[in-house]
């Protein structure tokens, strides 16, 4: 399989930047055309994607142009952040009938995970909210883009960066969104005993939510109240168990090798990936670089590798797409021709 990948910046939001990113992807690849196109922007393109969108579909040759804008961008070589770019990769459909029972690639800019992408054919991709998207070289008024890559098998890898914080513990009261018992506590109390020494005092809130089960998206924690009662971003019923957990980049970074190098042991290197973050992951969460890129290179140096932040990532669980946060999504993909 030929496939590349390529990031550009520069000091304007310029269609040329997506031009350039496509024809770097193509000379990387060793190709003349391509026959699809990944294309993520940053912000700085939400407004007016489409002239970009357009450079980037008559450089490659093909109007199978698909792709967001985010809040920050990268590839195997490195991340953006800060400056407006372009991030593309290219490849060849190798010989083969659409895979179905691989993940529908979507992409969104609404605030919440649109709700007919709820149920139906599993989907992975990212939503970042008031983003721009596109398919079939085209911008998409709704902001939604969904769209699969022909002749291709992808496998769907997922680190939550969570570390869990003791055993499930009975929710005993909760009043709408204030979880005001847990296990024999008052919530605050249950959270401070799981927590190290260090953090009780002051809990990082940001960091922590609960948990319904260890694969479930968590559940953000939103103020420590007064009375003991912790506001959560969701209700939870009396009856149910919850688990604290905590981001924190050691074991985010430990789990992100694990999963990846579970992927990687018995299969041949994949022909590209893409991946998914969060903007409070990445370099804003490991404090110098992005440890779960560094994670990949390590795992698979040859590989090219396609990525974006954004607010949430679309993932299927338990028969439902669902919206996690502060994860990390990567698909290998290869090709489905034997």
Known sequence: MK???ALIAGQRAE?????EAVQAALA??????ADNVILFLSRDFSRHPQPAVLAAARAAGCLAVCGATASGLFTEVGWQLDQPAAAALVYATPPGKPVTESPLLSFSGHGRLPFE???????AGLLDADAATWAHGRSNEDGCAEFRLPGLHGRLLRSSGLRLL???QPVEQCITYDLRRVGGHSA???????????LREYPPLHQICALRRPDAPGIALLSANADGSLTLAETLHEGETITWAIRQPLAAEQEMRQVLASAAKGHKPPGFALMFSCIGRGPLFYGDDDRDLVAFRDTFPDTPLLGAYGTGQIAPLAGHNRLF???A??????????
């Open 3 to 5: 496939a590349a990948s």
């Open 15 to 19: 269609p040329e930047l997506a031009r």
């Open 28 to 33: 990387a690849a060793g190709l003349g055309r």
């Open 117 to 123: 992408w709820q149920d139906g054919a599993a989907r």
């Open 166 to 168: 003791g055993d499930p």
């Open 188 to 198: 605050l109390d249950s959270l401070r005993r799981a927590l190290p020494a260090e």
């Open 325 to 327: 946060h502060n994860t």
């Open 329 to 338: 999504l990567t698909l290998l993909f290869e090709s489905s021709h034997v």
